[in-house]
């Protein structure tokens, strides 16, 4: 700490940005590449790893918000994304026709309701869950954990009293099927556009984030909640904000998780339930990039050792955390002051 | 009337409906095979008092010490399957129980150290998570080693010849039930969890369980205080890891099956968590009567709920059939669950406890 | 002269903790009041309940007449009131520029006061664009009170501005309250060191453990050895 700096004698230490978490993904990407037999494999085994880290990125990212501003374990956030995946099954199942037709057009007019009614519920429900279920309990981190449990739990079996507990089918538009070669590598249609979303909304919240003044209330309540009251803003009126754009998120990545794996079933919810925490844990509580970097570094690692060791594949999200937390033990982006 | 009861370890009911309560339970599960003879009633009583045990065991990790951990089951998990593998591998003899207890135990213990261990890294937030991430890795990993955990189908076992169920002691006729080697592994489940959980009464009020109490209160005023908070929270770790692995070991003897849903599943973890949530955290009691109350509903319950479904459904109402159906019985759990902790936050321990001033 | 912030028999729990027991003292409009006393004395806790960071269990707290003990903390501030935490409490990972934006909740800054506050703290113009928790502990300071006074309060209350920082920085806040003073600001300012005090107080309330116990003149106080002895347990001059 230098000693005085009221002129302009003082030197600052010069900042350098924290790029090192950055680079993993890649790091990971091209250490993997001696280990492929083939380069086309290791091409299709990227894309898949990339698509499915946006996926987990969309689910988690609102988590990851939602912890770092509001203080809130939401343990009932895997209940949006099946939730979002069964409302999109509610539209896309009756106009299976349209889906099935080899038309853009057609397949936009049955998508795109499905994506705006999987959106609208989780935001209507992200509203309710916030205002009747959490708000009552905001700062007890224990009862937190167990009530918003048994909302996931509740929630779970409600949707296997309407729906049933059989999976239910989910196939892709015709025009997104199948893929597309380059060189010796298949690269699926569906992927692609997995990515393009993931990145929108990836580049959407930093706008959000650094460019409006909303973003920098979220930005410094995630830091001081307090200190952001006492200048005057009444930042619980942002929280039940953030907490519908968490579950608006969360249920769009169900849709998207719902037609990658071309069925939905109730049980989803928990199954990802357990992979979001690791990423969110991975990337820091509070941070969007460490989400997204977190994201990408357990999608990535579970499809290249899915391919190499797959016994070890399930268990690849837990050692990845194991081994960031010993380097950082507060994520890679640490951004709260908890 | 002495405060000092020895077995109780000085820790009383602190309360005449509690008093009586669990003297009630203590003699209903006492005398079991007499009172209630049959096998599903037996089978109830067992599966309670194993259950006291092992929510005991998670109050003293939740309730007395603070720590959120949702990877207990593991622990019940590797003390049944122990037991399991060992009785399957060497056959129906008691060393063979002892094998699985020697390794069971101890491993149990050790891998509450090195969760321990971990927590010195990370905050009481993301250990609870992180719980939930390792308890499903290792739920994988119980399927995935079928060669020695029998994978998906569990392990099926002949227990030591003296508690089979064909193995008779007294015959019917002269007691009006018969003794056989399954009263006798009854007694054993019995006697063994009422020691277990008189362990934990005696670990919480030792001077060691005072400070888990501090610790829980306001940990950095035990630190400052010079308490080496870690040390007793990863202790605290391994003893309710022990227990809940001896907890296993019994449930294994009982069934005389050990399976990823019998032992390890997820269910089983909101079990445990719902019965010391309604019993009343921090208690050790709120383990014997919410266990008692959880039990009894999740097995007789059933059996309501199936009849009310097809009530409903001979009516001609739509939903219902499906909302009472036996297999939704997580879902109005849930909602218990949901509704206790917003308004028996204290558990229906506290509540008598305070009820009675 | 009126009395801009008044607070009456307020009280304050912490968990199990009682910590002011009925604190009762005046802050008079366009002075600038010394909150003094030993460390424990309810200093903080006072100016934490005053800007509803922690509720009042009894008494009142009057703003211009206008009671705001029962108020929230962001319609506390909106009434006017501008804090400046023991902590500085200012957001690592926003840029100068930016925690100044948060705190022109009005709207715009005002050009020429933003030149005014950097006339006082020239690095806060240097390190513009630069991410707050890059700034030294002085600098941070600055920047706290700069967000305080970027936009017109009628209240200011400040925490122990000067703990750990350099003579010269201490000089640089000491000359910036003078001008605000000048301005004719209202200041409430809680602080351990008594020559700072001196400097710049008018009226003194001195507390020891949740209550206040002495209120009157800084010139008063300044002159009797013996009463400072008293009350702090130290005189002028051994207390730097």
């Known amino acids: 700490m230098s000693a005085t700096d009221t002129d302009a004698g003082a030197a600052l230490p010069k900042v350098r940005a924290d790029y090192l978490p950055l680079l993993l993904p890649i790091a990971m990407a091209l250490i993997a590449l001696p280990f492929i037999p083939s380069g086309s494999t290791w091409v299709t085994l990227t894309i898949a790893g990339l698509a499915m880290g946006m996926m987990i990125f969309v689910m988690a990212s609102g988590l990851t918000l939602i912890f770092g501003l509001m203080d809130v374990l939401n343990f009932g956030h895997g209940a949006f994304i099946a939730i979002g995946a069964y409302m999109a099954a509610l539209v896309l199942v009756p106009l299976t026709g349209w889906m099935q037709a080899d038309s853009v057009w057609l397949n936009l007019a049955a998508v795109i309701p499905a994506v705006a009614l999987a959106v609208g519920v989780t935001g209507l429900l992200g509203l309710a869950f916030e205002r009747i279920v959490i708000a009552p309990v905001y700062g007890q981190h224990l009862k937190q954990i167990l009530i918003t449990m048994g909302g996931m739990i509740v929630a779970e079996q409600i949707l296997y009293v309407f729906f049933g507990p059989q999976q239910i089918p989910l196939p892709l538009p015709a025009t997104l099927r199948g893929s597309f070669m380059i060189g010796e590598a298949a690269i699926e249609k569906y992927r692609i556009v997995c990515v393009v979303v993931g990145l929108t909304v990836f580049l959407a919240m930093l706008l959000v984030l650094n460019r409006t003044k909303i973003g920098l209330l979220i930005r410094a309540g995630v830091e001081n909640t307090e200190m952001v009251e006492a200048l005057g803003y009444r930042i619980t009126r942002l929280f039940v904000g953030v907490f519908m754009a968490g579950s608006t998120l969360a249920g769009l990545g169900g849709v998207m998780w719902g037609l990658y794996r071309e069925q939905v079933n109730a049980a989803m919810g928990g199954e990802l339930l357990v992979l979001v925490f690791i990423v969110v844990i991975i990337g820091g509580l509070g941070s969007v990039t460490g989400c997204f970097i977190g994201a990408l570094l357990v999608a990535l690692a579970t499809n290249y050792i899915g391919f190499l060791v797959p016994k070890l594949a399930l268990v690849t999200d837990i050692l990845l955390m194991v081994a960031v937390l010993l380097w950082r033990p507060r994520g890679l982006y640490p951004v709260t002051s908890r | ?357 | 002269m009126s009395e801009l912030l008044t607070l009456s028999g307020v009280e304050t729990h912490i968990g199990r903790y009682h910590i002011l027991h009925g604190v009762e003292f005046g802050v008079p409009e366009g002075q600038t009041t010394m909150l003094l006393g030993r460390n424990g004395a309810g200093k903080t806790t006072t100016l934490r309940t005053i800007m509803g960071l922690w509720r009042a269990s009894a008494g009142e707290i009057r703003l211009g007449g206008a009671r705001i003990e029962a108020l929230t903390t962001p319609d506390i501030a909106r009434a006017g009131i501008g804090y400046v935490p023991e902590t500085m409490a200012v957001f690592s990972d926003l840029t100068v520029k930016e925690n100044l934006i948060l705190a022109a909740r009005e709207g715009e800054m005002d050009a020429r006061r933003l030149d005014w506050i950097f006339g006082f703290f020239p690095p806060l113009k240097r390190f513009w664009l630069s991410r707050a928790g890059t700034l030294s502990g002085g600098q941070k300071q600055m920047l706290s009170f700069a967000r305080s006074l970027i936009e017109q309060r009628k209240l200011l209350l400040i925490d122990e501005p000067t703990k750990g920082l350099a003579p010269a920085i201490i000089g640089a806040l000491i000359d910036c309250l003078r001008e605000v003073k000048r301005r004719g600001a209202t200041i409430l300012l809680v602080e351990q060191n008594f020559r700072v005090a001196q400097e710049i107080g008018d009226t003194v309330s001195v507390m020891d453990n949740g209550r206040v116990v002495h209120t009157g003149t800084m010139a008063a106080l300044a002159a009797d050895e013996a009463l400072q002895h008293r009350l702090l347990g130290l005189s002028l001059d051994t207390h730097q």
């Open chain 2, 1 to 357: 009337m002495t405060s000092r009861f020895m077995p109780l370890s000085g820790d009383p009911p602190r309360s005449k409906v509690l008093a009586v309560a669990l003297i009630a339970i203590a003699l209903g599960l006492a005398l079991a095979p007499f009172l209630f003879p049959g096998a599903k009633p037996l089978n109830v009583a067992a599966k309670i008092c194993i259950f006291i045990a092992l929510a005991a065991s998670y109050d003293l990790l939740l309730g007395y010490t603070g720590v959120v951990s949702f990877a207990h089951t593991m622990f019940y998990g590797i003390g049944s399957y122990g037991v399991a593998i060992a009785l399957y591998g060497l056959g129906a003899r008691w060393d063979a129980v002892g094998l699985g207890l020697i390794v069971a135990l101890p491993l149990a213990a050790l891998l509450a150290l090195v969760i321990g261990l971990f927590s010195l890294r990370v905050q009481t937030i993301f250990f609870a998570m992180i719980t939930l991430a390792v308890a499903s890795a290792f739920a994988v990993l119980a399927s995935q080693l079928s060669w020695l955990t029998g994978g998906e189908d569990g392990r099926s076992f002949r227990v030591p010849e003296v508690l089979q169920p064909g193995t008779v002691f007294i015959p019917r006729d002269v007691l009006g039930v018969a003794v056989t080697g399954r009263t006798l592994t009854y007694y054993l489940v019995f006697v063994c969890c009422v020691l277990l959980f008189l362990l934990l009464l005696r670990v919480v009020n030792s001077p060691f369980g005072r400070v888990l109490q501090a610790i829980r209160e306001n940990p950095f005023r035990a630190e400052a205080l010079g308490y080496r908070t870690v040390v007793h929270r990863i202790l605290a770790n391994c003893i309710a890891a022990a227990v809940a692995a001896a907890a296993g070991a019994l449930n294994a003897l009982w069934l005389r099956y050990t399976g990823p849903d019998t032992s390890l599943s997820f269910a089983i973890m909101l079990d445990i968590l719902l019965i010391v949530v309604i019993g009343g955290m921090g208690t050790l009691y709120g383990a014997v009567i919410g266990g008692t109350l959880y039990i009894m509903a999740q097995n007789y319950l059933q059996t309501l709920m199936s009849s009310l479904s097809t009530a409903a459904g001979n009516a001609g109402i739509p939903v219902l059939p499906q909302l009472f159906h036996p297999d939704r019985w997580l879902l109005w759990l849930g909602i218990l669950f949901i509704l206790s902790v917003y308004f028996f936050p204290t558990g229906i321990v506290g509540k008598l406890r305070g009820g009675s001033g």
